[in-house]
T-cell receptor, first 113, second 117 residues
Framework: GENVEQHPSTLSVQEGDSAVIKCTYS??????FPWYKQELGKGPQLIID?????GEKKDQRIAVTLNKTAKHFSLHITETQPEDSAVYFC????????????FGRGTQLTVWP | EAGVVQSPRYKIIEKKQPVAFWCNPI?????LYWYRQNLGQGPELLIR????????DSQLPKDRFSAERLKGVDSTLKIQPAELGDSAVYLC???????????????FGPGTRLTVL
């Protein structure tokens, strides 16, 4: 199946600093890259997504960049807040219309006040 | 608008016992997914439904797992008999069929945490 590598597995930052999480994928047919935030005891919640016809997308403090040539995409969170603390998952499809998503192993982000 | 509803939230059973999970997707969402999330990992797809039809069940261990979505709305995932390795969180997700090209947003429920003793 599609391998999605996600780094780092844990990330600790001070409140107000930026956080960056990176993912790489292997299948060049992939055309959809969502990011999910999962808080303890809850299901994953979509925070931002990007399609392959776009190189960057921003929503307030959150941005995602996509480099199709290098097959990697990154999540950027600026001005981090303690409530940003959670596990973040990247995912990609294989360009399939079936809607199957392949997830990374997750990044535990901790924002210290 | 209500989100994806799952029940129960927690289930503890002994190995070899049966267990069932229920999911009610967001109203109007044609597509329903069941994922399994092992501890410390991302979700992995088990089965995907388009209305009442299972269109992707290649990852469902069919010897012990079964699923149904009889009227194209809510769905049930069953394990019989459960094994120790089935301990995980079982997530249900749904999506509207807007683009229909595999890029429709998937909305997840809170999951059912299964512990097999």
């Amino acid at each position: 199946g599609e391998n999605v590598e996600q780094h780092p597995s844990t990330l600790s930052v001070q409140e107000g600093d930026s956080a960056v999480i990176k993912c790489t994928y292997s299948d060049s047919a992939s055309n959809y890259f969502p990011w999910y935030k999962q808080e303890l005891g809850k299901g994953p919640q979509l925070i931002i997504d990007i399609r392959s016809n776009v190189g960057e997308k921003k929503d307030q403090r959150i941005a995602v960049t996509l480099n199709k040539t290098a097959k990697h995409f990154s999540l950027h969170i600026t001005e981090t807040q303690p409530e940003d603390s959670a596990v973040y998952f990247c995912a990609s499809n294989r360009g399939s219309t079936l809607g199957r998503l392949y997830f990374g192993r997750g990044t535990q982000l901790t924002v210290w006040p | 608008e209500a989100g994806v509803v799952q029940s129960p939230r927690y289930k503890i059973i002994e190995k070899k016992q049966p267990v069932a999970f229920w999911c009610n997707p967001i109203s109007g969402h044609n597509t329903l997914y069941w994922y399994r999330q092992n501890l410390g990992q991302g979700p992995e797809l088990l089965i995907r439904y388009e209305n009442e039809e299972a269109v992707d069940d290649s990852q469902l261990p069919k010897d012990r797992f079964s699923a149904e979505r009889l009227k194209g709305v809510d769905s049930t995932l069953k394990i019989q008999p459960a094994e120790l390795g089935d301990s995980a969180v079982y997530l249900c997700a749904s999506s509207p069929r807007l683009a229909g090209d595999g890029t429709d947003t998937q909305y997840f429920g809170p999951g059912t945490r299964l512990t097999v003793l």
